[in-house]
């Protein structure tokens, strides 16, 4: 089973500045198959990145994911107001599926 | 438009059953698999399992294997997720979520229900 450890646990920034959010896994995620999701307070959980570094549909390009094995990435080039939410990040590539503790990122 | 209803909030008793549905629109149902995931007040997303409407076959993670049942309706494009016998800590909301290839157990989560809160309290 794949642990997934997210940080930092919270991240506090300034509207135009970059965040980077870390996720660790503890075996190698299966054909980078890693996905972040973004939940802003009382919504739904919104796919943002898909295969380590895909983007979804509809999602601006200052979201960007890098990383392979075990250790993964979610950088927003440029923070805006709207940004503000937990981020997920998730491995679908074994079972079980596995999320990790989240990021809040605070502008 | 790809659509996940899922039903409205239930408040019940510790021991009592519960069955909840997601009903997916817009898309060839039969086609993606379906997950149910957890999200405990104030807490972050747990995966409870997976079910393929093709041919129901479904996999769960072990750490709710034998609480919780998933099941499909194929007739009526519907998902389940079944308790027998509810505990207090199953209180949460409940999401179910489309898995975004066709035919892969294996997918990123596109498309997710509103979610169904339940509230199990004495």
């Known amino acids: 089973e794949i642990v997934l450890t997210q940080s930092p646990g919270t991240l506090s920034l300034s509207p135009g500045e970059r965040a980077t959010l870390s996720c660790r896994a503890s075996?190698?995620?299966?054909?980078?198959?890693l996905a972040w999701y973004q939940q802003k307070p009382g919504q739904v959980p919104r796919l943002l990145i898909y295969g380590a570094s895909r983007r979804a549909t509809g999602i601006p390009d200052r979201f960007s994911g890098s990383g392979s094995g075990t250790d993964f990435t979610l950088t927003i080039s440029r923070l805006e107001a709207e940004d503000l939410a937990v981020y997920y990040c998730q491995q679908y590539g074994s079972s079980p599926v596995a999320f990790g503790g989240g990021t809040k990122v605070e502008i | 438009e790809v659509q996940l209803v899922q039903s409205g909030a239930e408040v019940k008793k510790p021991g009592e059953s519960l069955r909840i549905s997601c009903k997916g629109s817009?898309?060839?149902?039969?086609?993606?698999?379906i997950s149910w995931v957890r999200q405990m007040p104030g807490k972050g997303l747990e995966w409870l399992g997976r079910?393929?409407?093709?041919?129901?076959?479904?996999k769960y993670n072990p750490s709710f294997q034998g609480h919780v049942t998933i099941s499909v309706d194929k007739s009526t494009s519907t998902a389940y997720l079944q308790w027998s016998s509810l505990k207090a800590s199953d209180t949460a909301m409940y999401h179910c979520a489309r898995h975004m290839e066709s035919y892969s157990w294996y997918a990123a989560f596109d498309y997710w229900g509103h979610g169904t809160l339940v509230t199990a309290s004495s």
């Open positions: 817009g898309y060839s149902f039969t086609s993606y698999c």
């Open positions: 075996q190698s995620v299966s054909g980078s198959d």
């Open positions: 079910i393929d409407p093709s041919d129901s076959s479904m």
